[in-house]
T-cell receptor
Framework: RKEVEQDPGPFNVPEGATVAFNCTYS??????FFWYRQDCRKEPKLLMS???SGNEDGRFTAQLNRASQYISLLIRDSKLSDSATYLC?????FGTGTRLKVLA | GAVVSQHPSRVICKSGTSVKIECRSL??????MFWYRQFPKQSLMLMAT?????????EQGVEKDKFLINHASLTLSTLTVTSAHPEDSSFYIC???????????FGPGTRLTVT
């Protein structure tokens, strides 16, 4: 089993839709979790950290489920500009990324 | 946010030569630096982790004699690809972590092409 796994997608959603991604991890001792966004041929940019209690930043909500060893990212009211690859990071290890395409 | 720079941004070299990539944290002290490699349409693969003043820890399958990492100061780490081959052509990205262990900041990446 890979250390960090994501559904590669692509997720094609219409503008305004709500979309959720999950990311599973194998190391139960992991303490740090993040979501990054990567646009084509650019470096990843931190989207948000993931806290045990869950956290929200505008349209984005991140949650951690330690019992099932996964983190999630929810995007509400999707915008065209949200189209990108979303990478989860667990203790410096990246998932394979999930591609999101928001369609007009 | 914090700024991490990489140099060069692009490099083309001939097979058999060595290439050095620099990673600098510009406005904070990076106690830990990470080197990643990303092949087209794939995710970032962690190559090695280095702490200032100590030897780098390499991930399984990464040859430490081929990918030399030096983290001599709190603001600079270098990755040297020795005797480069075409299969080493990739996008190399560094990231740095300061005293706040919860965030990493990424450099813009270096695209290496070995001919």
């Amino acid at each position: 089993r890979k250390e960090v796994e994501q559904d590669p997608g692509p997720f094609n959603v219409p503008e305004g839709a709500t979309v959720a991604f999950n990311c599973t991890y194998s190391n139960s001792a992991s303490q740090s979790f993040f979501w990054y966004r990567q646009d084509c041929r650019k470096e990843p940019k931190l989207l948000m950290s993931v806290y045990s209690s869950g956290n929200e930043d505008g349209r984005f909500t991140a949650q951690l489920n330690r019992a099932s060893q996964y983190i999630s990212l929810l995007i509400r009211d999707s915008k065209l500009s949200d189209s990108a690859t979303y990478l989860c990071v667990v203790k410096s290890i990246f998932g394979t990324g999930t591609r999101l395409k928001v369609l007009a | 946010g914090a700024v991490v720079s990489q140099h060069p941004s692009r490099v083309i070299c001939k097979s058999g030569t060595s290439v050095k990539i620099e990673c600098r944290s510009l406005d904070f002290q990076a106690t830990t630096m990470f080197w990643y490699r990303q092949f087209p349409k794939q995710s970032l693969m962690l190559m090695a982790t280095s702490n200032e003043g100590s030897k780098a820890t390499y991930e399984q399958g990464v040859e430490k004699d081929k990918f030399l990492i030096n983290h001599a100061s709190l603001t600079l780490s270098t990755l040297t690809v020795t005797s480069a081959h075409p299969e080493d052509s990739s996008f190399y990205i560094c990231s740095a972590r300061g005293s706040l262990a919860n965030e990493q900041y990424f450099g813009p990446g270096t695209r290496l092409t070995v001919t």
